[in-house]
Structures are given as C-alpha cells and as structure tokens.
C-alpha cells in the first residue's frame, strides 16, 4: 500500500523560505507524476508545482522564480523563496502513478507580513 508523509512547513515573515517535503513509501513505488497543491481559506484547491517521472516540471504562473520542486527517488522537496504572505495556505502532496492517486493530509504554511 502506497503512503506518503509530508514535513516542513511553519510560520515565517514575508521574504523567508521554507522547504516541504514529501516522502513516499515504499521507496520503490512507481510515480508518474507528484505535486504540490494548496488551498487558501475560502479559495479552491490549485496546483502549485508538478515534477514528471522524465523530471520535467510545471509552476503555477504566481510562484515561478521562487518556487523549486525538485525529486530524489521517492522524496520529492518544493523549495519556496521569497514568500509572500498570499502564498499562506495548506499545502498537499499529491502522488500519481499507475496504481492510482493518493493526497497528503495537507501542511500549513503561513507567511506573515
């Protein structure tokens, strides 16, 4: 059975960074695809980030330039610079692979001004 745990995360002032990951298990699961999603309150859920198995990666067009996703193996990590405090969110891993899909219960990042 596929799982995944994510980390990171917190409270930091607007211009700081923070780094989530995600850590899927087994380590030798097959992924397709992962992303990183968040959802503001009152706002829907919006993709924020995706690396493909080839490694090519997509950016919502707000976070380009600050955001990074980057995969080792089955630990896959969205390095986020320059926060804004729009950028204050839950964010969730999403894990896509031939097996199906699974979501992360979410992790919250606040960015205060």
Request: with cysteine.
């Amino acid at each position: 059975q596929v799982q995944l745990v994510e980390s990171g995360g917190g409270l930091v002032q607007a211009g700081g960074s923070l780094k989530l990951s995600c850590a899927a298990s087994p380590s030798s699961v097959s992924l397709n695809a992962v992303g990183w999603y968040r959802q503001a309150p009152g706002k829907q859920r919006e993709r924020v980030a995706l690396i493909s198995s080839g490694g090519n990666t997509v950016y919502a067009d707000s976070v380009k330039g600050r955001f990074t996703i980057s995969r080792d193996n089955a630990k896959t990590d969205l390095q986020m610079n320059s926060l804004k405090p729009e950028d204050t969110a839950d964010y969730y891993c999403n894990l896509k692979g031939d097996w199906g899909t699974l979501w992360g219960q979410g992790i919250q990042v606040t960015v205060s001004s």
